[in-house]
């Protein structure tokens, strides 16, 4: 089959990779309808230490079902699914507390012998605990959407949940990537009143404002964290989107005494500010990676009626042989987030 590998920064190549087969009675084989490139991606796009060897890429993608394991029991060939970004047996006590992403049994795409989702097709450990059916065709409209269920609306979403978004409520998302821009659409879901997108590329931060952004702050460090306080006096529930020091700084300048900011940016740095003068605020610090498994079950229903329309935020399509020039239009800011048709 054909897949996307990284072997260093910059340095993406597709090139043919030994078709996925059932390994352990547990596993599917999913042949890969559309996948994506995630803002984490571009991290190691960035960073990664050139390597003879290479790492398949992708963590987020939908297919359909080619063949099962012998212990796979709630899937067979033919149906459609989607995987949250990390594959686990839903079974374990983590799993069962709504904590996926620690699952005790599970895992990371692209890693110890795991297909990357950028590809034409990947084995699944623990099919039946991982992937979701989806009542709908491969062929259907609702796909872009449904894909962000893998990953950034479950990411989204468990950024406005951790920081306890309301109704009433005024909530600040820092960063107007594809993750921030789903953590919109969530604190809009869950009734904000008012929500302050910080963000300064016009194209996204519009599209923030269709999917219910009140308020947009430009400006950035200082400025931005004065801008922001004085349309609100300061906000209680904050969705960091970002992940760098500065991103950070922007939340607990902005956050009220008490508030909450929840980080959902995979962290650029190993300390943060947070020594006596935060610690006399009482600010509750929160949000991580998500358990996305637990969260598709809430959002699904919203995306198959069309109350969510989280794809939107895929402004181009690539072809999988495209993929070294997806990594590069989304690493030069040229597109929002790049969904990949195998």
């Not at 950034?152 to 909530?171: F, S």
């Not at 269709?210 to 969705?239: M, N, P, Q, S, Y």
């Amino acid at each position: 089959m054909r897949a996307a590998v990284m072997y260093g920064a910059g340095d993406v190549r597709v090139e043919d990779r030994p078709d996925p087969k059932i390994a352990k009675p547990t596993d599917a084989v999913v042949r890969t309808v559309a996948a994506c490139v995630c803002g984490s991606d571009l991290w190691p796009y960035g960073s990664m230490p050139a390597t003879d060897t290479g790492r398949p890429m992708g963590h987020e993608f939908l297919g359909v079902v080619e063949e099962t394991g012998a212990e796979v029991t709630g899937l067979r060939a033919g149906d459609l699914v989607v995987t949250p970004f990390t594959y686990g047996d839903n079974t374990c006590d983590y799993c069962a507390g709504g904590l996926h992403i620690s699952c005790r049994e599970g895992g990371r795409y692209g890693f110890d012998g795991v297909d990357g989702g950028q590809g034409e097709a990947v084995r699944v450990p623990w099919a039946d605990g991982t992937l979701v059916k989806l009542p709908v065709a491969a062929d259907s409209a609702l796909v872009p959407s449904l894909l962000t269920l893998s990953d950034v609306m479950t990411t989204g979403h468990h950024g406005a949940v951790t920081a306890g978004v309301g109704r009433g409520d005024t909530v600040l998302v820092v960063g107007d990537g594809a993750v921030g821009l789903c953590a919109v659409i969530a604190a809009r879901r869950l009734g904000a009143e008012r929500i302050v997108l910080a963000g300064r590329h016009a194209p996204r931060t519009h599209l923030g404002v269709e999917f219910g952004a009140t308020d947009v702050v430009a400006e950035r460090g200082a400025e931005g964290v004065a801008r922001i306080r004085d349309l609100t006096g300061g906000v209680g529930k904050v969705i960091e989107a970002v992940g760098t020091r500065e991103a950070l700084d922007t939340a607990l300048g902005a956050v009220l005494d008490g508030g909450v900011i929840s980080r959902l940016g995979v962290p650029q740095y190993e300390q943060g500010p947070l020594g006596r003068t935060e610690f006399r605020r009482n600010i509750t610090l929160t949000g991580g990676a998500s358990p996305a498994r637990a969260h598709i079950g809430h959002l699904l229903p919203d995306v198959l009626d069309g109350t969510i329309d989280p794809g939107r935020v895929f402004d181009r399509s690539f072809a999988l042989d495209q993929a070294p020039d997806a990594y590069r239009a989304m690493a030069e800011r040229r597109v929002l987030k790049a969904l990949i048709r195998p």
